[in-house]
């Protein structure tokens, strides 16, 4: 097991090499003059832009400012955005603020998707079946923007349920709809995965054997028949999270949070290439990550899997 | 919530006198069929047994005879739909199984009637260790503490002779081999000291050498235990050490029921001469093998008269057109065939 953490983990480092060089060399590839309307409606000075291409080693090849630039974030400098703010502060801001509503949408994910999930694989073709079945499909094929806005719009302004956007403190009740509208296409992916794993599991022969051995059935469902079905929903959740978060930009937009997607957002229409770079490396972290623990829970789930 | 993964039809329509008779487990003229899009198949039909406490029946028959999905219905694990009963009673103790309620029901199962499944790898949860599943029992029905249940699950394991069973409680099913595994599940299937142990062809996924210690075990827990024991099985090599009785099934009917002896001695129904005649032989050499010919009738569609007109070398045109009730043939054995005392008789 121990061998087995550290083989993953090195796995790991030419992968975050591989995405981040990849990431850096597109952002910083993008056409354009970065300097150009920087400063107002006059070109900049040619001191200025000297010292920015310094600044940003704009004057070296690819390769070399990807060095530099790997080289500083290892001992935690994220560098500055054109404005001479720090990188490293953008990103401690708003990181909390979409880790939190990542978190709120998985839960809801797992609660709404997995419930309705074990209902439905129980009784197949039942009302409720129906029901969720048909729901799932409007949530998977609404883009995230209508969901949002039409719950905004509804919840918010029309019936005064919630207020339509989020408050700077970020709390946890003011996140439930917008968590909900995140995550609410991967609901609906949960829920059909966990129906078609129960349902698929709960005619198996172990189950039938936990029924022989005359257990409850609220235990021969709980814990024999769920464990086995939890395998390929705790797959879908784990990879979830780092989605989540990449995903944000539209939720964060409609309901104002002032998250990374925001941050995101506004650093690539003002060509702050350093700001978009230092948050997506972030990410790429917390998705290999996230995977890493998927992966390991695996065994926790399937005592099958062996790690040698 | 109980009614999701079995839900237990009630017996009606026809069949079942229903009353007491002393015996430990009855079936009585059970009727089963599945309810398919391609139609209704009668899996069972007028099936009637007895197992009393410290004898052994086996229940023998082709694959599709209906001899597990009988067990199920005595278990209560048919799976509904597709499986309905649709007559009959199934009584423990003189009580007819069908109209209990579904607590009832499931307080005999593992206590009452337990039963060991062919195929142990499946039948065991894979995610859960051989230990844990031992000791759930104990745990679940008895209320007993973790400590005491493992230590009860040990001994259980130590029972069915699983070598350093303490050090094997934390091992999972597929870090056992198949005979270990299906000693495991006699354990599991023991923990509750039922009175009925219902054996599903439990040595048919084994190795032949494996097959006989696993025989032999059962053979001795159910003496020592006093059990009533239905073992299922397609293989009369099984049967013969075995069993006391032997109710041969055929199309979802018993055709023959006797003493072991008498069976082998002397089929009474054309059918049991069949399978005893297929059996190969090893003072024959060269000689051809001898097999029934032609397939078992689909169920879907069982032809008019005996259903195993068809394929019998002694049918005759009485076969065509009457089932052949189940009885008695001389002393003590039962036959469904037109001309049982005919070959009973003859020398």
Known sequence: MGRYLLRRLLQLVPVFIGTTFLIYWLVWAVPGDPFAGKCGERRCPDQYIAFMTEKYHLDQNVFVQYFTYMKNLLQGDFGQTFSQREISDIILTSYPNTLKLAVVALAIEAVIGLGAGVLTGLRRNGF?????????????????????????????????????????????????????????????????????????????????TAIAKGLPMRRVVGVHLLRNSLIPVVTLLGTDLGALMGGAIVTEGIFSINGIGRQVFRAIITKESATVVGIVVVLVLVYLLMNLLVDLLYAALDPRIRYE | MSDILVSEQSASGPGGSGRPSGRLLEVDDLRVEFRTRDGVAKVINGVTYHVDAGETLAVLGESGSGKSVTAQTIMGILDTPPGFVTGGQVRFHGKDMLRMSDEER?????????????????????VFTVGFQIAEQFRVRRGMGRAEAKKRAID????????????????????????????????????????????????????????????????????????????????????????????????????????????????????????????????????????????????????????????????????????????????????????????????
């Not at chain 2, 593992?110 to 039963?115: D, K, N, P, S, V």
């Open chain 2, 106 to 126: 499931r307080r005999i199962r593992g206590e009452g009637i337990a039963m060991i499944f062919q195929d142990a790898l499946s039948a065991l949860n894979p």
């Open chain 1, 128 to 208: 409720l079946d129906n029901l969720v079945l048909v729901s799932t499909l409007f949530l998977i094929a609404l883009p995230v923007f209508v969901v949002g806005f039409v719950l905004q719009w509804l919840l918010g302004v029309q019936w005064g349920i919630i207020k339509p956007t989020v408050s700077s403190e970020m709390r946890w009740s003011e996140l439930i709809v917008p968590g909900f509208v995140l995550g609410s296409a991967s609901v609906a992916y949960i829920a059909r995965v966990a129906r078609t794993s129960i349902a698929e599991n709960r005619r198996a022969d172990y189950v039938r």
């Open chain 2, 156 to 347: 259980m394991l130590d029972q069915v002779k699983i070598p350093n069973a303490k050090g094997r409680f934390n091992n999972y099913p597929h870090q056992f081999s198949g005979g270990m595994r299906q000693r495991a599940m006699i354990a599991m299937s023991l923990a509750l000291d039922p009175e009925v142990l219902i054996a599903d062809e439990p040595t048919t996924a084994l190795d032949v050498t494996v097959q006989a210690q696993i025989m032999d075990l059962l053979a001795e827990l159910q003496r020592e235990r006093q059990m009533g024991m239905i073992l299922i099985t397609h293989d009369l090599g099984v049967v013969a050490d075995v069993a006391d009785r032997i109710a041969v099934m055929y199309a979802g009917r018993i055709v023959e029921e006797a003493d072991v002896y008498d069976l082998y001695a002397k089929p009474a129904h054309p059918y049991t001469m069949g399978l005893i005649e297929s059996i190969p032989r090893l003072d024959e050499k060269g000689q051809q093998l001898r097999t029934i010919k032609g397939l078992p009738p689909n169920l879907m569609n069982i032809p008019p008269g005996c259903p195993f007109n068809p394929r019998c070398p002694m049918a005759q045109p009485v076969c065509r057109e009457t089932i052949p009730p189940l009885l008695q043939v001389g002393n003590a054995r039962a036959s469904a065939c037109h001309f049982a005392e005919e070959l009973v008789n003859r020398v």
